[in-house]
């Protein structure tokens, strides 16, 4: 594996940064058309406007609709982008992500699932589509060593493990943000003109809600997971944590409803302080706050008994659960 120079937030000078990557994409590109994926994240978003600057209309921008996102996300990132002046196309992939989830309960496995199906089936109809040649992504750091350290299998991650994204699925793929963490990723983000609420937005994984069901990931898990995952990162908003989220356990678990036993699900809270999400601490939340949102949790998400606080740090816990 070829050696990844970091650029630390310290060294990062962002003008330099987005005039090198810019010169960078454009002769890589050449007069050829390129693709990227949008999915609303600071990474994504980070990439899709530096593309942009150095191809222009040479590359297409799509949102891949796969039926595991957060509430409301595609119409949300579409009208943001054409404020900015870029052209998103929503693909409904839901069907083709779902099918290729069943049954399946394994974490790496499912990880690997929504892998395969973003880049050998999504990615490569729309490359044969467009004719394109290549596929602009996010991919950072944090995402590489995690990945070559077997901590878990980040769905980006491609040649630093042998793989030949051209042998493997027809395109090349260029890593503008290879070298930057999530600091220095919201840096570039703000000096190219993103929002705030877009720059400062909490991580979100490429696996979607899908890394936070323990188990097999159906369209009902990621209804419940969904709702659960609003109400949570409205309420813990405030908090100015690295990331928060709700996660689905497998299981159900006694509960009572009405003076009888009712076998309930189980959301389990995560709220992270971190700086670059190689380590992390939960944050320490009021419990008059956690009150609030397990009460908001029982009554507005169907079927849910149990709401609980994780307290492991990362290491040995990770900020998802898949």
Known sequence: MAHVKEITVKELNTEVFIREKAKEISELVGGDAAINALSGGVDSSTVTMLGHKALGDRLKTYFIDNGIMREGESRKVVALFKKLGVHVEIIDTQKKFFNALKGITDPEEKREAVTQTFYKDVFGKLVRDSKAKYLLQGTILTDVDETVAGIKRQHNVFEQLGIDPQKAFGYKIIEPLLQLRKDGVRKVA????????????IPFPG????????????????????????????????TGAFQYMAILHEDRVTGMRDGKRDFGLQIEIRCWDSIDARKATPTKISHDTLCKLADRIVKEVPGVVSVTYNIASKPPSTMEVV
Do not use: F, W
Not at 190 to 201: V, W
């Open 190 to 201: 703000e000096a190219l003109g993103l929002p705030e609420s877009l720059y400062n937005r």
């Open 207 to 238: 696996p979607a809600l899908a890394a936070r069901v323990i188990g097999e990931v159906t369209r009902k898990k990621i209804g419940i997971v969904r709702t659960a995952t609003s109400i949570v990162e409205e309420g813990l908003a405030s």
